[in-house]
């Protein structure tokens, strides 16, 4: 019997190894779903099966979406991951183009740099950097999120970007240059659309970077109603050991959309963006 | 506009008239000036946090106070009598060497299940990398509460299953909170490993492979002589990026359990950050600078490994 040797070998080898690892993958997310439509009363009985979903409800979710800071929260993390992207991006689509396509001295050197600039985490640099936030009074501004985020963003898109230029034809180029066109305009109306993709892949990474960021956030706009989602989330609606459970797991599933939908389509790239770098650098 | 697809180079800037646009079709100059606005950035509020921290980490300065002395290395000799220190040190190599080779042969394992053809494929993919994917203070809200002492429905599991009493207390002692803080991390890095290590995998030659079977070789042995030696590299980098990442980890401990109990689970970062919120904002610096040589030996390490690969 070949055809169910074939079903055994794939039930072993894909969809049982597949299942045990979804179980454990997703779990927590699971969790979170259904502890965020249960009614709070049911959620402390310890007596009922805790995973039976029992009269579902989004009074949570509106709890969240009207009696909290929720929405404003949305709506900071939104302005700050924006204006850093913007300003990473602009940054880096310079750097990743003169590193991936001009060659001068010092270039790899740099690249180098760039590269190790982007192993250096927040909790190294936090301290000193709340004290420059405050003497430049930016405390609880967006503006020192905006200004602070590039400094992991540009990194990070650069590399992703000098791969990305560097896959570009060079012919195309020097064609236009001996049609009489400057470096410039042959960056600018050549090279710079065939690096849209990109561009807009880097662009959505430093998106879900900023989104997801926590100790800059907690430290530079921890507090009153400047807060971002994940520091929002961890520090109101946890308040005095008292936990909201339910419009804390709701929020988790909402804060948690935007990044997961944005991922989705470019998990792919990102891997090949970072290892070919990586491995060409 | 022409194409032109000469063999050598053409020299632009002989055909461009003089004075002005000349400046803009050297590659050198216009490269300086391309790195300009973000190398201003990186040094504003990369390059001058990081020395500022070093003199900090010097005084003893306090949150608040505007005069404060220079002590010297007064800070880290401190450091070095200091027990939470010690335990920090030891947490953060424990969290970050013990949860390796768990996230490194399962990711492994997870990549291999992934690298068949199946249904939906792109779209189960996706869903499983989700633990990497979304806000780790989210996530671990979600551990959190999985870890409850009193809501757990691991604990609801186990007890239904008759396999324990009563209910496990997931951070009771320094030793059950390292666990799960460990167990958390395994969760979210897991999914990293395993598409590092798939996009290596698609390099893998399949001719190789069928060479290596007719040639007897059994599955393990094709792994082992074809696809482990094109997927090394990227084993090593995606490891030292995980130990770099892992090691300078803030979020998941601080929403975990916040150092605790008594001060047992700290990581640098978060023994830090309490330190800052003592307002010692000099002994805070200390801390965090302790985390340099570390880094500065996990990088050199990443660094030969990448141009060894050139």
Request: hydrophobic content about 55%; aromatic content about 14%.
């Amino acid at each position: 019997m070949v055809g169910s040797n074939v079903f055994t070998q794939r039930l072993l080898k894909l969809w049982i190894p597949l299942l045990l690892y979804a179980v454990f993958l997703l779990f927590p997310f699971a969790w979170m779903l259904i502890v965020s439509i249960k009614p709070d009363q049911l959620l402390l009985d310890t007596r009922i099966n805790p995973f039976a979903i029992i009269s579902p409800t989004l009074e949570n979710y509106r709890y969240l979406l009207q009696e909290t800071e929720f929405p404003r929260w949305i709506w900071n993390t939104l302005v700050v991951t924006a204006g850093a992207t913007a300003l990473s991006l602009f940054c880096s689509i310079l750097i990743g183009y003169a590193l991936g396509r001009f060659r001068f001295r010092g270039g790899n050197t740099l690249g180098i740099a760039i590269f190790l600039l982007y192993l250096v985490p927040p909790t190294l640099l936090f301290i000193p950097l709340s004290q420059i936030v405050s003497r430049f009074g930016l405390y609880n501004s967006y503006w020192s999120l905006i200004l602070v985020y590039p400094t992991f963003l540009i990194p990070f898109a650069s590399w992703l970007l000098m791969g990305y230029f560097r896959t570009i034809s060079r012919e195309l180029e020097d064609a236009a240059l001996v049609d009489g066109a400057t470096r410039l305009q042959a960056m600018t109306r050549i090279v710079l659309p065939l690096a849209i993709p990109g561009v807009l892949s880097a662009g959505i990474f430093c998106f879900t970077l900023g989104w997801n960021e926590f100790l800059y956030a907690l430290v530079f706009m921890g507090s009153g109603d400047m807060k971002t989602v994940p520091v929002g989330v961890v520090s109101d609606l946890i308040r005095a050991d008292l936990y909201f459970w339910g419009s804390l797991m709701a929020a988790g599933i909402l804060g948690s959309v935007p990044v997961a939908v944005a991922y989705a389509f470019l998990v792919d790239n990102y891997v090949s963006g970072l290892t070919a770098g990586a491995t060409k650098g | 506009m022409s194409v032109i697809t000469a063999g050598s180079r053409p020299k632009a800037e002989l055909l461009q008239p003089r004075g002005k646009a000349r400046f803009w079709d050297r590659e050198a100059p216009l490269a300086y000036l391309f790195m300009i606005p973000g190398l201003l950035i990186l040094l504003l509020f990369m390059a001058y946090p990081f020395f500022l921290g070093i003199y900090l980490s010097m005084t003893d300065k306090m949150v608040g106070f505007a005069d404060f002395n220079f002590v010297g290395l007064e800070n880290f000799q401190l450091l070095l009598r200091d027990q939470i220190f010690h335990r920090t040190v030891a947490n953060t190599l424990i969290y970050s060497f013990v949860t390796v080779p768990f996230k490194l042969l399962l990711g492994l394992g997870l990549a291999l299940v992934l690298n068949q053809k199946f249904h939906f494929s792109r779209f189960i993919r996706a869903a499983l990398l989700l633990p990497w994917i979304v806000p780790t203070a989210i996530s671990s809200l979600a551990w959190l509460m999985l870890f409850d002492s009193v809501l757990s429905p691991i604990s609801w599991v186990l007890k239904s299953w008759g396999l324990i009493q009563s209910n496990i207390n997931f951070f009771g002692d320094r030793w059950n909170a390292i666990g799960s803080i460990c167990v958390a991390n395994i969760w979210r890095g897991l999914p990293f490993f395993a598409i590092s290590i798939l996009a290596g995998l698609q390099a893998v030659s399949p001719e190789l492979h069928e060479a290596a079977a007719l040639d007897g070789a059994n599955a393990f042995q094709r792994f082992v002589s074809v696809t482990l030696p094109t997927i090394r590299t990227i084993i090593l980098i995606a490891t030292l990026f995980s130990i770099i990442f892992t090691f300078s980890d803030f979020q998941l401990i601080y929403v975990l359990t916040k150092g605790g109990p008594a001060s047992s689970t700290h990581v640098f970062g978060t023994y830090a950050y309490q330190m800052m919120g003592f307002s010692a904002l000099g002994q805070a610096a200390a801390v965090a600078l302790s985390m340099f040589p570390f880094l500065a030996l996990f990088a050199a390490i990443l660094l030969r490994f990448i141009r060894a690969d050139d």
